[in-house]
């Protein structure tokens, strides 16, 4: 287990080195986006659309503080995926120094985990700017965002599952070009259709089926209900955290295969 936890760290300590390095550059991308929704969805939206009707808590909310917790989500999936996906990409296809690592006496298990941990650590930083924005947005409003260990647990949670995601897409791009397709038909649809900016239950049957297969959607529900005043964590809100968790864990055990099998 130390032995699991050196080699982890030894893998992320060149990433986290790097963003040290671009720490200014990396907050102000992170943010950026986040801001944009906020502003555009929030405040421009939001004054066509004051108040948001949750059906599963039976609560009326501001679509400001409705749409924040969304909007966290989406920052865990950008920062997290994207830092994870771009790194790793530019490595294996451009400076061609992945394959040095894979010669080191390191363990697959160390190998993905590492380099999944600057996704997690830009995720939690970006994430919790957010936060504090967006509690300063709701705190002159009924319902003011709470912290609590729930958010803290699908923040992590969310972070890990996303920075997976991106090392999945990293490995199984074979260009550039196919980093822009798998954002463009994976990463684009679960930024406007999982709920971040409407609610869920209201949509066709079929079409949240298909919702559900996606990992923002839990995130955006568990971020909801962890940072809305007046909801709480219910039985199906822990499934829906280890849904959320397996899907992270089947991402972990995927990018494995991939090295073992040198399909990268």
Known sequence: MIDNIREIC???????????????NVLIMSM??????????????GQFVADMYIPEYDMTVSYVTFIIPGIVALTALSASFSSVSTRMNVQRLYYRNFDEMML?????????????????????????????????????????LQFNIEFVLTLLVSCFAFSMLGETAAFLAKSHASMATFSSLVILPMTFL???????????????????VL??????????????PGVEFTAMSWVFLLVLVVMGIALLLFNIYLMRARRI
């Open 104 to 144: 080191c006496p390191l363990r697959f298990s160390s190998i993905a985990i590492g380099k999944a941990m600057l996704g997690i650590i830009r995720g939690l930083l970006s994430c919790m700017i957010i936060f504090v924005l967006g509690f300063a947005f709701t705190y002159a409003t009924s319902t003011p």
């Open 10 to 24: 030894n893998v992320a300590w060149a990433d986290v080195r790097f963003m040290r390095h671009t720490w200014v």
């Open 215 to 228: 990992p923002l959607t839990y995130s955006s529900s568990l971020m909801r209900e962890s940072m809305i």
């Open 32 to 45: 950026m986006s986040p801001l944009l929704y906020l502003l555009a969805f929030g405040y421009g939206v």
């Open 194 to 212: 999982c709920g971040t900016f409407f609610v869920i239950s209201l949509m066709p049957q079929w079409f949240q089926a298909i919702l559900y």
